[in-house]
């Protein structure tokens, strides 16, 4: 009994210290791109506030100055992380002018480090937003005189940074009640005749087109494995099958599938969907039913 006591007392006090080891994190977001140092030097800046801060890379690859591509893969990322995850997200064309630097608080118990430029719009619209602040106390930013073009390093990476190290992120300003800048993203409309819905971004480098329409709304159409799906984008009408994946194609002809967040998407297999068929997002697209 007195071994069976001690070996419940390890499993706790192990799991205790455990638990008190997993280290602060913050998931960091540009269009930086790999070419010079700005990556570096935002993570040197938050780590020189705490060590033990675990950063996290969604990309730094994001389309320059295309805030809905960051939004897109903000929301992406985001739902896979637990509560306490801090966002750090720089896509910021507005930087240095008049536009709010935020700190956003879901209900999920995440926060968001970012311009306030439509960035959050897709999380909003999940997660919905708990409360916001505005940064604004310069004892949380680094600097004598804050760069007008380099916010990432000045007052975002260090505002993360505190924020992860367990400081009250409250302190950063004062509540913002006004409505936050959003990206105007239309909803996917089902009609007599079809479903209209927007080609919002690629896949990476592949060119396959991402929608934002759900498999639930597409098969409302009626559309089975090896159809001929009719679809008009912008001003290109093609015939193109509905498969489960590439494979189910010949090399280099498209295809329409489910993707792996559960929208419609468009393809070649072995090829460039966008390249072949000049298209660039964002863009209409219309399945006929």
Request: aromatic content about 8%; overall charge positive; glycine content about 8%.
């Amino acid at each position: 009994m007195k071994k069976l006591l001690l070996l419940l007392l390890f499993l706790i006090v192990s799991s205790t210290t455990f638990a008190q080891e997993v280290p602060p994190t913050v998931v960091f977001m540009s269009d930086f791109g790999a070419t010079d140092d700005s990556v570096a030097i935002c993570k040197g800046v938050m780590l020189n506030i705490d060590r033990s801060i675990r950063i996290i890379d969604i990309t730094h690859q994001v389309t320059p100055y295309s805030i809905l591509d960051g939004a897109r893969f903000l929301a992406g990322a985001s739902e896979n992380y637990p509560k306490g995850t801090i966002f750090l997200t720089v896509i910021d064309p507005g930087v240095g002018s008049s536009r709010r630097a935020i700190v956003v608080k879901t209900e999920r118990e995440q926060y968001f480090v970012l311009p306030d430029n439509g960035l959050i719009t897709m999380v909003a619209d999940r997660d919905k937003i708990d409360s916001v602040r505005e940064i604004s106390n310069s004892s949380w930013m680094i600097g004598k005189a804050l760069s007008s073009t380099f916010h990432g390093r000045d007052i975002f990476a260090p505002v993360a940074a505190r924020i992860a190290r367990g400081d009250d992120w409250k302190s950063v300003g004062n509540e913002v009640v006004e409505p936050l800048i959003r990206l105007n993203i239309e909803k996917p409309e089902l009609r007599r005749d079809g479903l209209k819905g927007n080609i919002i971004g690629l896949d990476g480098p592949y060119g396959n087109l991402v929608t934002n329409i759900t498999e639930e709304l597409f098969v409302q159409l009626g559309y089975k494995y090896g159809s001929k799906v009719k679809i008009k984008i912008g001003k290109k009408l093609l015939f193109i099958p509905f498969v489960r994946t590439f494979s189910d194609v010949a090399v280099n002809r498209p295809l329409l599938y489910i993707d792996s967040r559960g929208k419609l998407a468009a393809a070649i297999n072995l090829g460039n969907f966008a390249s072949r068929y000049k298209i660039q997002p964002p863009v209409e697209i219309f399945i006929s039913k």
